[in-house]
T-cell receptor
Framework: DGGITQSPKYLFRKEGQNVTLSCEQN?????MYWYRQDPGQGLRLIYY???????QKGDIAEGYSVSREKKESFPLTVTSAQKNPTAFYLC??????????????FGSGTRLTVV | GENVEQHPSTLSVQEGDSAVIKCTYS??????FPWYKQELGKRPQLIID?????GEKKDQRIAVTLNKTAKHFSLHITETQPEDSAVYFC?????????????FGQGTELSVKP
């Protein structure tokens, strides 16, 4: 998975239920990101973290929560407050320091469906 | 904050023709502009990128041009092949602020007809 592993690949959520999407990387990257992808809307930023124990809201953070207790892990929780969670979720990481290639490496994604 | 607009949303070309996708950005502080290719159901893959101190970059059949004054950049694919069919995303990053995050365009669905 190119150094980033997302699980599960498919996830089904019932109404009123919280679910957690896993993202693990072994690239030793400091920065990690969560994006949501809907048809025709590109990738929208949910949350990002530049360093362990720190994270910031992106453009569409409402109804989501994250934690960054370890450098390798950046789980995303979709809470019951997110009214339209059906989407494809992508996790990414990068090394945001100067020099080198600091494009994102993406995970393979989790497709979340409300049932 | 940064805003990236991408056009067209869909593009259909004949095999062997060229394809051009254009993006504009709003934040003059942005200094890194990658392009990603996403095949159906798969993760986006970086195909080429350009930094603000360069006007053009080529990699085989793919090239990217950047006009900082006009705040727009373009992806050029020459001699298109059916395997080039995918969704392409441009992005912009303000390296010095905003946590290095990328802001993506809306995507262009490229279809190359044999």
């Amino acid at each position: 998975d190119g150094g980033i592993t997302q699980s599960p690949k498919y996830l089904f959520r019932k109404e009123g239920q919280n679910v957690t999407l896993s993202c693990e990387q072994n690239l030793n990257h400091d920065a990690m990101y969560w994006y949501r992808q809907d048809p025709g809307q590109g990738l929208r930023l949910i949350y990002y973290s530049q360093i362990v124990n720190d994270f910031q809201k992106g453009d569409i953070a409402e109804g989501y929560s994250v934690s960054r207790e370890k450098k390798e892990s950046f789980p995303l929780t979709v809470t019951s407050a997110q009214k339209n969670p059906t989407a494809f979720y992508l996790c990414a990481s990068t090394e945001p320091l100067q020099g080198g290639n600091y494009g994102y490496t993406f995970g393979s994604g989790t497709r979340l469906t409300v049932v | 904050g940064e805003n990236v607009e991408q056009h067209p949303s869909t593009l259909s070309v004949q095999e062997g023709d060229s394809a051009v996708i254009k993006c504009t950005y709003s934040d003059s502080a942005s200094n890194y502009f990658p392009w990603y290719k996403q095949e159906l159901g798969k993760r986006p893959q970086l195909i080429i990128d350009i930094r603000s101190n360069v006007g053009e970059k080529k990699d085989q059949r793919i090239a990217v041009t950047l006009n900082k004054t006009a705040k727009h950049f373009s992806l050029h694919i020459t001699e298109t092949q059916p395997e080039d069919s995918a969704v392409y995303f441009c992005a912009a990053r303000d390296h010095y602020n905003q946590g290095g995050k990328l802001i993506f365009g809306q995507g262009t669905e490229l279809s190359v007809k044999p």
